[in-house]
T-cell receptor, first 115, second 113 residues
Framework: AQKITQTQPGMFVQEKEAVTLDCTYD???????LFWYKQPSSGEMIFLIY??????QNATEGRYSLNFQKARKSANLVISASQLGDSAMYFC????????????FGKGTRLHILP | DAEITQSPRHKITETGRQVTLACHQT?????MFWYRQDLGHGLRLIHY???????NKGEVSDGYSVSRSNTEDLPLTLESAASSQTSVYFC????????????FGPGTRLTVL
């Protein structure tokens, strides 16, 4: 069975510092995809970044990068130069790359950016 | 612009009543999903559909049903609402491509008294 673990229920970070949000996963699939979503206080779910298990380079999207360590089954999200607007709940998610594979989510990390 | 909408956004109902939450997407996506979000549990999959007339159970499907009669809509029905079904419900859709990024609706906050 697939599983996503986010061990940090909450984090406080000073504005402009870099942030690393931890995510480990467990799967027996050879091919899978990893996602990060942001949920601000308004409640909507915002897709941030995707990493395929076969991608050799870490994914990057603006200030977001995914530190993918396949052997350790780790897919940490790195936010560079954090901003007040980054305060939100962040979810790590995974799916296998077969048709019937659903996305499963971790329990989330609440990030607070301090001015 | 394409979008995914949910209605109602807020609903209060009583135990035992049937409730239907609507989800409508204009992305023309084949795949649609229903999740519930509860503190300490993240998002848990209730039901999902990979196309018209296709429906599948997720990890927390008991007490819920869905039907897919067209591409755009996947209504979620609580047959007999229970207080344990008080939650925030999210609908999502995806194109079914390899990345399969899911686009989420704004959510419905359901309270069962």
């Amino acid at each position: 069975a697939q599983k996503i673990t986010q061990t940090q229920p909450g984090m406080f970070v000073q504005e402009k510092e870099a942030v690393t949000l931890d995510c480990t996963y467990d799967t027996s699939d050879q091919s899978y995809g990893l996602f990060w979503y942001k949920q601000p206080s308004s409640g909507e779910m915002i897709f941030l970044i995707y990493q395929g298990s076969y991608d050799e380079q870490n994914a990057t999207e603006g200030r977001y990068s995914l530190n993918f360590q396949k052997a350790r089954k780790s897919a940490n999200l790195v936010i560079s130069a954090s901003q007040l607007g980054d305060s939100a709940m962040y979810f790590c998610a995974m799916r296998g790359l077969n048709r019937d594979d659903k996305i499963i989510f971790g329990k989330g990390t609440r990030l607070h950016i301090l001015p | 612009d394409a979008e995914i909408t949910q209605s109602p956004r807020h609903k209060i109902t009583e135990t035992g009543r049937q409730v239907t939450l609507a989800c409508h997407q204009t992305w023309n996506h084949n795949n649609m999903f229903w999740y519930r979000q509860d503190l300490g549990h993240g998002l848990r999959l209730i039901h999902y559909s990979y196309g018209v007339q296709d429906t599948n159970k997720g990890e927390v499907s008991d007490g819920y049903s869905v039907s897919r009669s067209n591409t755009e809509d996947l209504p979620l029905t609580l047959e007999s609402a229970a207080s344990s079904q008080t939650s925030v419900y999210f609908c999502a859709s995806s194109a079914g491509t390899e990345i399969n990024e899911q686009f989420f609706g704004p959510g419905t906050r359901l309270t069962v008294l």
